[in-house]
């Protein structure tokens, strides 16, 4: 008798419990479970990637039962293929199209106006980068296919227009007369005119055909103020008079403002800005070099429904005001990666105040080397979920134990290059100390100090420098101890999606296999691990079966035998980095075509013994590989991109 089948209902249920990525799986079981894995509930906001290529036909028609979904389509062209691909859209999924962006395309006028007629449910248009469309400044010109470009872009409300080299006031203008209710607007790499026009000798003027002004975005932002409320000028060179004057356009409540790389920006500029903007939840100051403290301080006492900042690369601002940061009940997203002013004191000292204090949910200091302890700021922001300490060189094994007591909720984290990170400290031990070489280090210390930069004469020993110092390894004994204390390990972090070691060079097998095992890690890198082997990779192989991203480059200790072992259980793995890896052979290419159908990108550069001919029967049975780096492979040079 044979068992009933279950209802798609009762599937669905059940599947509504699994991660994602455990869901794609489990909907490749049977037709059942995949016709329950399409369930409305987890089909939100779903994108669809793919190339102009032949193979995109038969899957754009299995699209057509979509109610609504969003597409990026690259590599388009003026070619047949792209053309057939097109129409397919057309005709199978049309006015419920909500997305679409072209990246990587050269496709002309005529291509592009074929299909956007059609697509009346069109909500977000990415043409960032298509300079073909621009180029000739005719884009648009003629009237009736303005007015069918207008009736389909009734609703469109993001439009993405950054590193459009050949954008002018006149195809900008027929674009955006389209529209009418624009939410967000990317202007992000555009050469603007903000002052002075080049081409003229003369302060800007409206409706030049070879460059955009400020005139003419203020005329659009003037006339769609009352919905804007996100706007990306990074990479611009917008001055101070500008910004200010496009923050007191009336009715202009941002909620989003992007000013990355906007190097012509003041403090008094930023402080301008937060005055008239306060509504702001978004913030990128990113790399806006002229910067100061002043501006932290602005942000701090304007910008009260903050979310999100991005102070990254803003290397003349010290630790000033950041604990007043702290004090945004909103903020949950900080950004200081590169101030190398910022040590963490203040932020420890702001969110120790017993106020109202912000519930940081991500967090980056990468490159901060002043840094040195983390163990009070892990221990005051229990929120984080997403923590960066990549390059912050002074970071300890205490560090390291703060974070597994502390941080149980976080699902990124990113050690990388922190060369004082040891097994000891993955493990949550303290490393015992050797009376004997403490006394010895005493006696030493006791003779004149040099410098660093002092030569070694012969007859004077040079400095110790610590990342020099091996740190004691593992033995079985404190296995045995580890064990019955386990719980202060990084291995307590069971939710943990994201982990970066790379460049933690005091690593060994025993951490790895004690440690790495989180059922749901997606992506890990291990890169630059000297002491990492093939049991190590086992291992890590087998504890975190979810893995789609794996960095193995530059662990020379690596061979075919490691990876025999691993790819097996890696079935869902879509990158690979495997260079400066001596030990791999064409072997491990054979390994990856039986068992990493899914795979993406692979980086096989340097690996000696790997042959161009196993490279090329790599490339015809992936089906998904989309680009393989594998310079100086065989002997010679080649770099490859799909």
């Given at each position: ?152 872009l009734k609703n469109l409300e993001d ?104 190097k012509k920006l003041t403090d008094y ?361 594998y310079r100086f492979v065989g002997g ?7």
């Amino acid at each position: 008798m044979e068992t009933p089948a279950l209802p798609h209902e009762v599937i669905s249920h059940i599947l509504s419990f699994l991660h994602p990525s455990d869901r794609k799986e489990a909907s490749l079981v049977c037709r059942s479970w995949y016709e329950a894995s399409q369930d409305h509930r987890f089909q939100k906001n779903v994108t669809f990637r793919f190339p102009a290529c032949a193979s995109s036909l038969g899957f754009v028609c299995g699209l057509a039962r979509r109610h609504q979904c969003s597409l990026i389509i690259s590599h388009v062209d003026d070619s047949n293929l792209s053309r057939k691909v097109l129409e397919e859209v057309q005709v199978h999924l049309g006015g419920r199209i909500v997305g679409l962006a072209l990246p990587r395309s050269s496709m002309m006028e005529s291509t592009l106006l074929k299909l956007l007629p059609c697509l009346t449910g069109l909500q977000r248009l990415h043409l960032n980068g298509l300079d073909s469309l621009f180029m000739s400044g005719a884009f648009l010109s003629r009237e009736e296919h303005r007015q069918q470009v207008h009736t389909a872009l009734k609703n469109l409300e993001d439009l993405d227009l950054s590193d459009l080299r050949y954008l002018s006031d006149l195809t900008f203008n027929r674009l955006t007369g389209c529209t009418v209710r624009l939410h967000r607007l990317a202007l992000a790499g555009c050469h603007i005119a903000f002052e002075f026009d080049p081409y003229l000798g003369r302060a800007v003027g409206p409706g030049s055909s070879a460059m955009l002004s400020l005139r003419n975005l203020l005329r659009l932002v003037q006339d769609q103020s009352s919905t804007l409320r996100s706007l990306d000028l990074s990479r611009t060179s917008i001055t101070p008079e500008s910004l200010r004057a496009l923050v007191l356009v009336p009715g202009l409540h941002l909620e989003e403002l992007s000013l990355s790389s906007c190097k012509k920006l003041t403090d008094y500029s930023i402080e301008q800005l937060c005055r008239h903007q306060r509504g702001l939840h978004t913030l990128d100051l990113s790399g806006c070099t002229e910067l100061t403290s002043r501006s932290v301080l602005a942000v701090a006492a304007e910008l009260k429904q903050l979310q999100s900042l991005s102070l990254s690369r803003v290397w003349r601002m010290t630790e000033k005001g950041l604990a007043d940061l702290t004090a945004l009940p909103a903020l949950s997203s900080l950004d200081l990666a590169e101030c190398v002013n910022v040590s963490g004191a203040e932020l420890v000292k702001g969110l120790s105040s017993p106020q109202h204090r912000a519930q940081l949910e991500k967090l980056s200091l990468r490159s901060c080397a002043f840094v040195q302890d983390v163990c009070s700021l892990a221990q005051l922001s229990s929120s984080l979920k997403e923590l960066d300490l990549i390059s912050c060189v002074l970071l300890t094994d205490r560090s390291v134990r703060a974070i597994a007591s502390y941080l149980p909720g976080l699902q990124v984290l990113r050690l990388g290059s922190c060369k004082l990170i040891t097994d000891w400290g993955l493990l949550g031990m303290e490393e015992p100390s050797d009376d004997k070489q403490l006394n010895k280090c005493a006696e030493e210390d006791k003779g004149p100090c040099f410098t660093r930069t002092f030569g070694n004469m012969g007859f004077f020993q040079p400095p110790r420098m610590p990342f020099d110092e091996k740190p004691r390894l593992v033995t079985d004994e404190d296995l045995g101890a580890f064990k019955e204390q386990e719980g202060a390990s990084l291995r307590v972090i069971r939710g943990l999606q994201e982990l970066d070691l790379s460049g933690c060079s005091n690593l060994t097998d025993v951490s790895m296999m004690q440690v790495l095992q989180f059922p749901v890690l997606q992506r890990l890198s291990l890169a630059m691990l000297p002491e990492i082997s093939d049991k190590g990779v086992a291992s890590v192989a087998l504890h975190c079966p979810c893995l789609t991203s794996l960095a193995l480059s530059g662990c020379s200790r690596l061979t075919d035998a490691g990876l025999a072992r691993a790819l097996p259980r890696l079935h869902r793995l879509q990158h690979l980095q495997l260079a400066y890896c001596d030990g791999i052979t064409d072997r491990s290419l054979s390994l990856l075509v039986q068992h990493c159908k899914r795979l993406r990108t692979l980086d096989i550069s340097m690996c000696r013994d790997i042959t161009v001919t196993k490279v090329d029967f790599l490339q015809s049975h992936l089906p998904f590989l989309e680009s393989v780096q594998y310079r100086f492979v065989g002997g010679a040079e080649f770099n490859l991109a799909l």
